[in-house]
């Protein structure tokens, strides 16, 4: 995918900059991991600092000081997580903030602009996300809203340089999945998203809606699907033919202590890592892995703040590892074993 911002090898792994940010990391450092994209939260950055003073600095990319492109979400799914007494009407959402109780509106047209004003490589339209499960009348009546406000989002963009994607909801009913990505494919957006999954449902039944849903929408544009996920997710979804991603998991995980690896997910605050000489991995290039694990378990232990840092620098590049497999196995057409490898070095049943 080519942007404004330089070129996306695809499939591709989004870290999570919702603040501006990705959290306890430097540029040059997210830059080490060999991330390609960030993705940048509209919601959050329309709260605080508010668009208008990231506009004044020069828009997201020189604010955050981030070269490479950058990915907008639109704040539908925020609104739906995060702010407190959300009310929707055909017009858009009203919510109270998260940060100080003020009544905020969010309308398609509004999304637009304020993603305008950030100035992303990639917009996304505002979408209308419900929790999971659902009475099948109010996922419908989402999934119709989501059209209708793709439509308003696609005529009020204005921004060159600028791409838009719709997002498919439709919880997990087929038919509707189907209806709302047949209906965003006739507004020709540049990419598509698939929307309104991990909120809840198994993992099993949101590979059921990639299943139907992916192969309702082109196959020459990007395939982003939304807040997804552990790595067995990202491959079995590239494997359905999904194409982007983007997650809090790696820098959430790191946070906490766990480290993502070939053998699985490493709890480093256990106490068989106390005196543990090796690297979280040896083949990881990353900053973490210089050190050993009863250091890095020593950190955490301490709470000395380095230890986060590095376990979200060694987690994102794990991801960005693991989908530079992914595409180096693509290329030379052997991505099932790649996969399989993969889930059996995890210990993780295929299919999950
Ligand atoms: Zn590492």
Redo the contacts with the bound molecule.
């Keep these: 995918m080519l942007t404004p911002h330089g070129l996306v090898e695809m499939p591709a792994f989004m870290p999570v900059g919702t603040q501006g940010t990705v959290k306890g990391v430097t540029v040059e450092q997210l830059q080490a991991t060999a991330a390609q994209m960030v993705l940048g939260n509209t919601y959050h950055l329309s709260l605080r600092p508010g668009e208008g003073v990231v506009e004044e600095l020069g828009g997201l990319h020189a604010f955050m000081g981030w070269p490479g492109p950058i990915l907008t979400d639109s704040g539908g799914f925020q609104i739906f997580s995060l702010a407190q007494m959300t009310r929707i009407s055909e017009e858009g959402a009203v919510f109270r903030s998260h940060i100080d109780g003020r009544l905020v509106s969010l309308s398609p047209e509004q999304a637009v602009a304020i993603q305008e004003a950030l100035g992303s490589d990639v917009a996304m339209v505002l979408d209308h996300v419900v929790a999971l499960p659902n009475e099948l009348d109010a996922i419908r009546d989402a999934m119709e809203r989501t059209v209708r406000w793709a439509r308003r989002c696609r005529d009020a963009a204005r921004r060159a340089g600028q791409a838009q994607f719709g997002i498919v909801q439709g919880g997990l009913d087929e038919s509707l999945r189907i209806e709302c990505a047949e209906q965003l494919v006739e507004l020709d957006f540049a990419g598509y998203a698939i929307g309104g999954l991990s909120v809840g449902e198994t993992p099993g039944e949101m590979y059921r809606v990639l299943d139907f849903t992916v192969p309702a929408l082109p196959r020459g544009k990007p395939r982003y699907l939304m807040g997804v996920g552990r790595p067995q997710d990202l491959l079995t979804a590239i494997g359905l033919g999904v194409d982007l991603f983007d997650c809090v998991m790696p820098t959430r995980n790191g946070r906490n202590a766990l480290a993502f690896t070939d053998e699985g997910p490493l709890r480093l605050r256990n106490r068989q890592f106390e005196r543990d000489p090796r690297?979280?991995?040896t083949a990881?290039?990353?900053?973490?892995?210089r050190h050993s694990r009863g250091y890095l378990r020593h950190l955490f232990m301490a709470g000395e703040m380095l230890g986060p840092i590095l376990l979200s620098?060694?987690n994102l590049?794990?991801y960005q590892r693991l989908l530079a497999g992914a595409r180096a196995a693509i290329s030379e057409d052997r991505f099932s074993d790649y996969r399989l490898a993969k889930m059996q070095s995890w210990g993780v049943p295929i299919g999950m």
Excluded at 284 to 289: D, E, G, H, K, S
């Design positions: 690297p979280l991995e990881c290039p990353c900053a973490a892995c620098i060694h590049t794990y």
